[in-house]
């Protein structure tokens, strides 16, 4: 049977999955003062950052509208989705609205919306996962019932040069930004199993940041000869690949992959910002 896999943009893709016709980015809307930017493939990192850089006001993010998901419902046998964590987005709840229309004019259709309960590249592993799963002729209902239990043992740990675009928009609590980047300390941050942020621990510096969390990887990482790792970074690629390499050495990872973030993800993890998930 045909599939098809929707996934918001907060998904970093790689260049293989950006080629899949499988694989369809449902795009989110970024405002920064009066300019919109739309979370395609026109997106301009650099200029975005310079914007994010020089503007006062907060940036704000728009979650596709249900209409954004629902017109590529018919375009396959089975419809599955994948979106950034429903704490910290509408658009999971935006495919599930969409998801509900669709199913009460066709009730035997199989479509099904995954909450990553992350983001970045956290939402590309769980694409990668589909596709291994549809690719061994995996049912739908073992897609579903395989690719849920693979997020819930999904890990992301992530350190960033700037909390200013997390604080702002209300995604950190308990935590003095202000005070952390005046004192040059950057967290180390993990996603929760329901999708929410949590702070691990702190260092002074991005390189000191950087591995204390490759530390952490490797204190809790089971099973990692069947696992992929995968970093999202935000113009960093260097540190990116620095960060792959020493945990490489010293995990066994099966594979691995690098990502730059695309626009939400880079409203977020702000310049020099790194994300690693397995």
């Not at 929707?6 to 980015?25: G, I, Q």
């Not at 003062?33 to 728009?62: G, H, N, W, Y």
């Not at 979106?83 to 479509?111: C, F, H, I, Q, R």
């Not at 983001?119 to 061994?136: Q, Y």
């Given at each position: 049977?045909?599939y098809?896999?929707?996934c918001?943009s907060?998904a970093?893709l790689?260049?293989e999955?950006k080629a899949?016709k499988?694989v369809v980015?449902?795009?989110l809307?970024?405002?920064?003062d009066?300019?919109?930017?739309?979370d395609?493939a026109?997106?301009?990192?650099?200029?975005f950052l310079?914007?994010?850089?020089?503007s006062?006001e907060?940036?704000?993010?728009?979650?596709?509208?249900?209409?954004?998901?629902?017109k590529?419902f018919?375009?396959a046998d089975?419809?599955y989705a994948?979106?950034?964590?429903?704490?910290?987005?509408g658009s999971?709840g935006?495919?599930k609205v969409a998801a509900d229309?669709y199913?009460?004019?066709?009730?035997?259709k199989?479509?099904?919306i995954f909450?990553s309960?992350?983001a970045?590249?956290?939402e590309t592993?769980?694409?990668l996962?589909i596709?291994?799963?549809?690719?061994?002729?995996?049912?739908?209902?073992?897609?579903?019932?395989?690719v849920?239990?693979y997020?819930?043992?999904?890990k992301?740990?992530?350190v960033l040069?700037?909390?200013?675009s997390?604080?702002?928009n209300g995604?950190l609590?308990?935590?003095?930004a202000?005070?952390?980047?005046?004192l040059?300390i950057?967290?180390?941050m993990a996603?929760?199993?329901e999708?929410n942020?949590?702070?691990?621990?702190?260092?002074?510096?991005?390189?000191?940041?950087v591995?204390?969390?490759?530390s952490?990887?490797?204190?809790?990482?089971?099973d990692?000869e069947?696992?992929?790792?995968g970093i999202s970074?935000?113009?960093c690629?260097?540190?990116?690949?620095?960060t792959?390499d020493?945990l490489?050495?010293?995990?066994?990872f099966?594979?691995s992959f690098?990502?730059?973030?695309?626009g939400?993800?880079s409203?977020?993890?702000?310049?020099?910002?790194l994300?690693?998930v397995y």
């Amino acid at each position: 049977m045909s599939y098809i896999i929707l996934c918001d943009s907060c998904a970093d893709l790689t260049p293989e999955l950006k080629a899949n016709k499988n694989v369809v980015s449902i795009p989110l809307t970024i405002t920064v003062d009066d300019k919109e930017i739309i979370d395609d493939a026109t997106f301009d990192q650099a200029d975005f950052l310079a914007r994010m850089k020089a503007s006062k006001e907060v940036p704000k993010s728009s979650c596709p509208a249900p209409d954004e998901y629902l017109k590529h419902f018919d375009e396959a046998d089975e419809v599955y989705a994948v979106t950034l964590s429903g704490n910290l987005s509408g658009s999971y709840g935006s495919a599930k609205v969409a998801a509900d229309m669709y199913e009460e004019e066709n009730p035997s259709k199989k479509v099904h919306i995954f909450d990553s309960c992350s983001a970045c590249a956290g939402e590309t592993l769980l694409v990668l996962k589909i596709i291994e799963l549809k690719e061994a002729g995996a049912s739908f209902e073992e897609v579903v019932e395989k690719v849920t239990e693979y997020r819930d043992i999904k890990k992301t740990k992530f350190v960033l040069e700037s909390l200013e675009s997390l604080r702002k928009n209300g995604r950190l609590t308990g935590i003095k930004a202000v005070i952390a980047e005046a004192l040059n300390i950057k967290p180390v941050m993990a996603g929760t199993v329901e999708g929410n942020i949590e702070k691990l621990g702190q260092a002074r510096g991005i390189d000191k940041a950087v591995a204390l969390m490759i530390s952490y990887v490797e204190k809790d990482v089971t099973d990692p000869e069947n696992r992929i790792l995968g970093i999202s970074h935000c113009n960093c690629y260097e540190r990116a690949v620095a960060t792959r390499d020493e945990l490489m050495k010293r995990i066994p990872f099966k594979d691995s992959f690098i990502v730059d973030t695309a626009g939400i993800s880079s409203l977020y993890a702000n310049d020099g910002g790194l994300v690693v998930v397995y």
